[in-house]
């Protein structure tokens, strides 16, 4: 019996998306495109008349415009937004910067594969001599921050919304719905597309997931981050 | 010698300023023009390098709005932001919505006269049957404020009066603690700050209109007097008509 909503959003594309690079800690704000998914997003929430109470994001600007976004669509602007680091999106240490296909065609796609989808395996990590170690360390984790910050909010009564990024929804995905280290690298979250989940008072998802609005448009766009893997020659 | 600065910013045009109607706690969206002015105060942040380590606005998203385009404009989108109603304009009541002719036609010249130059007699209260009693009186976002504290109209007195325990409550503990303080919020709410900062009689805080969309700088001693009068930030020209226009204000009696 679902007694609580909870929504996950990865936000959308920025401009390293679309050079398909690896973003993760460096601090990129949204391209039009994923200021317009944001703003799609936020208008189909509001249609279907969902209502906020607190929203949580990370403290990357990519995942707090969106949140902005959603919520000037919605109406919705005087909500509460929390920030905090243990949202943000994975460390891609040293592959910070380089983008996918190219990896792809120097270490091959299951390499890569395994890099971005699997559950413990660590990418190389980045060191100071690296071209973004500056501007990441120079600026001013997931499951505690769940459990003292978040789950309180919940159990509140509270309808919250998650705005952050691909692989933090998909670490929490995991623990909502005791998702295997394995199958987890099977799961890919699209870009701008509200997810559903309904909980029982345990916390735990009682029905699968649902990704809102036309689902032709969300199995493209789950495709789209799909083959970002897949190797391109370098040009 | 400064021991803090705070940094005020008052909304620009909103799309009812542009039809001169009475706003209050009316949930009005900034106008083109008002998002222009705030992205040209988050300009003038930006090329004097002002950081900050929280925020603080209104529940109103003029205000809010303000403040969002502000951080992204000095690249601190991920600064915490505290929202409170206590930060909110002042509740017109049974003006809100009226425009300037219509309140004179519905009023008279002579109560209208009163009520502006009054520092507490407020307007009448906006009652069930009012427009938008349900629309902002019923607002889900006021759900957890008690009778008491859910105006129905107020005069300048009472806005003071409520904003000024969260100015004392949440905003000076984190000034005292060092941290770096941003105000986004509305000509009525900050007027109540301006006042008490500056020790200003009630005749001169109705005489002060604060301009809008330019960063209000104020660099306090440890007990958070003001060591001069308020800066503006901006390029050289917007700086000079603010310090101008505020300087007459005093003079002109209307």
Partial sequence: ?235 | MAAYKLVLIRHGESCWNQENRFCGWFDADLSKTGEQEAKRGGQALKDAGYEFDVCYTSVLKRAIRTLWFVLDSIDQMWVPVHRSWRLNERHYGGLTGLNKAETAAKHGEAQVKIWRRSFDIPPPSMDEEHDFYQSISKDRRYGDLTEDQLPSCESLKDTIARALPYWNEEIVPQIKEGKRVLIAAHGNSLRGIVKHLEGMSEEAIMELNLPTGIPIVYELDKNLKPLGPMQFLGDEETVKKAMEAVAAQGKAKK
Avoid at chain 1, 49 to 58: A, L, N, P, Q, R
């Fill in chain 1, 1 to 235: 019996m679902s007694r609580y909503k909870l929504f996950l959003l990865r936000h959308g594309e920025g401009a390293w998306n679309k050079e398909n690079r690896f973003c993760s800690w460096v601090d990129q704000k949204l391209s039009d495109d994923g200021v317009k998914e944001a703003h799609d997003c936020g208008k189909l929430l509001r249609e279907q008349g969902y209502k906020f109470d607190i929203v949580f994001t990370s403290i990357l600007s990519r995942s707090i415009q969106t949140a902005w976004l959603v919520l000037e669509a919605m109406g919705q602007e005087w909500v509460p937004v929390v920030k905090s680091w243990r949202l943000n999106e994975r460390h891609y240490g040293a592959l910070i910067g380089l983008n996918r296909a190219e990896m792809a065609s120097v270490h091959g796609e299951e390499k890569v594969k395994l890099w971005r989808r699997s559950y413990d395996v660590t990418p190389p990590p980045i060191d100071v001599d690296h071209p973004y170690f500056r501007e990441i360390y120079n600026d001013r984790r997931l499951l505690p921050y769940w459990n003292n910050t978040v789950v309180p909010e919940i159990k509140e009564g509270r309808t919250v919304l998650i705005s952050a990024h691909g692989n933090s929804c998909r670490a929490l995905l995991k623990h909502l719905e005791g998702i295997s280290n394995e199958d987890i690298a099977g799961v890919t979250l699209p870009t701008g597309i509200p997810v559903l989940l309904e909980l029982d008072e345990n916390l735990r998802s009682v029905k699968p997931r649902q990704l809102l609005g036309d689902q032709a448009k969300i199995q493209a766009a789950i495709k789209k981050v799909e083959d970002q893997g897949k190797a391109k020659p370098s040009v």
